[in-house]
């Protein structure tokens, strides 16, 4: 993306337009970016276009906030920025444990997926997958995790059902060799699953509510 529609991007999340939209005039605007008032309102009318940012003008002032476009743009940013200084060949999420739909032990059982899960793995998963809530400020790091090569599992289809790929990437808890899934239909945003060829709960004696901490190869 143009460097200065990132700065323009940067400056209204930093204003708080990330998710609500924050009264600014183009005056304001060209201040903050150090430009003049004819080329902030022409920046906003370059954002617009570009589905970026979206405004209100029904209020007394101009309102604008970014688009899930314009989020996406600086999260992309923002992993390339944590690629540069804090280059290493893993990743630490921290959550909280969780119950989850109970869709995991079902496709973990397949045995299309269990055959793969071993070669790629080298464990046969517990037929089920262990749950964890991301803590809010690592959620961006799933995207530097999911821009990673992982371990491909592909899918399959049988009886008229379809199961998507996953990609797994090896992972530890406290020492234990495991993996995080990540279907390519995934139902989450904040939430992995872990599978393990032990059952984590019990052997690590965790349940909801307990945290942990995912050391994540990429």
Request: aromatic share 8%.
């Given at each position: 993306m143009n460097e200065k529609y990132l700065s323009a991007l940067r400056k209204v999340a930093l204003l708080g337009g990330m998710h609500n939209y924050i009264a600014i005039s183009s005056r304001e605007l060209g201040e903050a970016l150090d430009m003049s008032q004819q080329s902030a309102s022409?920046?906003?009318?370059?954002?617009?276009?570009?589905?970026?940012?979206?405004?209100?003008?029904?209020?007394?002032?101009?309102?604008?906030?970014?688009?899930?476009?314009?989020?996406?743009?600086?999260?992309?940013e923002y992993v390339e920025y944590r690629r540069i200084f804090e280059l290493t060949d893993h990743v630490i999420l921290h959550g909280t444990i969780s119950t989850g739909l109970g869709e995991g032990g079902y496709y973990i059982c397949q045995s299309q997926y269990l055959e793969q899960f071993i070669i790629h793995l080298d464990f046969k998963p517990y037929e089920g997958t262990l749950n964890i809530k991301l803590d809010k400020e690592d959620v961006g790091k799933l995207q530097i995790i999911k821009d990673s090569p992982g371990?491909?599992?592909?899918?399959?289809?049988?009886?008229?059902?379809?199961?998507?790929?996953?990609?797994?990437?090896?992972?530890?808890?406290?020492?234990?060799?495991?993996?995080?899934?990540?279907?390519?239909?995934?139902h989450y945003d904040d939430v992995i699953e872990v599978v393990c060829q032990y059952h984590l709960r019990r052997t690590l004696s965790i349940s909801d509510g307990d945290r942990v901490e995912v050391r994540v190869e990429i």
């Amino acid at each position: 993306m143009n460097e200065k529609y990132l700065s323009a991007l940067r400056k209204v999340a930093l204003l708080g337009g990330m998710h609500n939209y924050i009264a600014i005039s183009s005056r304001e605007l060209g201040e903050a970016l150090d430009m003049s008032q004819q080329s902030a309102s022409k920046r906003i009318l370059e954002l617009l276009e570009d589905g970026l940012i979206e405004r209100d003008l029904g209020a007394r002032r101009q309102r604008i906030r970014l688009t899930d476009k314009g989020v996406e743009d600086l999260r992309k940013e923002y992993v390339e920025y944590r690629r540069i200084f804090e280059l290493t060949d893993h990743v630490i999420l921290h959550g909280t444990i969780s119950t989850g739909l109970g869709e995991g032990g079902y496709y973990i059982c397949q045995s299309q997926y269990l055959e793969q899960f071993i070669i790629h793995l080298d464990f046969k998963p517990y037929e089920g997958t262990l749950n964890i809530k991301l803590d809010k400020e690592d959620v961006g790091k799933l995207q530097i995790i999911k821009d990673s090569p992982g371990h491909i599992i592909k899918g399959f289809s049988r009886e008229g059902r379809t199961f998507g790929d996953v990609t797994a990437y090896k992972a530890k808890i406290r020492n234990i060799d495991c993996a995080v899934v990540i279907p390519e239909r995934s139902h989450y945003d904040d939430v992995i699953e872990v599978v393990c060829q032990y059952h984590l709960r019990r052997t690590l004696s965790i349940s909801d509510g307990d945290r942990v901490e995912v050391r994540v190869e990429i």
